[in-house]
């Protein structure tokens, strides 16, 4: 599953990065690594970009990059 297959408020795991996304560096520089937690905060109306908190921090991603990040969904209510 993608990230942006997820539900505002759903949490996740990432577990790897599109290999051949043009954004893998800079995706991987923002903290968007393997094993991060990771939460989709809100889609925008017109379905981008989405805000996401990793690292503590809270910043807006295109739909083709949130395609491109693969997660496992959490539960944090464990």
Not at 70 to 77: K, M
Request: hydrophobic share 40%; charged share 20%.
């Amino acid at each position: 599953m993608t990230l942006d297959s997820l539900v505002p408020g759903q949490s996740a795991r990432i577990t790897y990065l599109e290999p051949s996304h043009p954004s893998l560096i800079r995706l991987s520089e923002m903290g968007f690594i393997s094993g991060q937690h990771i939460q989709l905060i809100r889609k925008a109306p017109l379905g981008e970009p989405f805000k996401v908190r990793v690292m503590n921090y809270e910043l807006c991603i295109r739909k083709s990059e949130a395609a491109a990040i693969h997660v496992e969904p959490v539960s944090l209510t464990a």
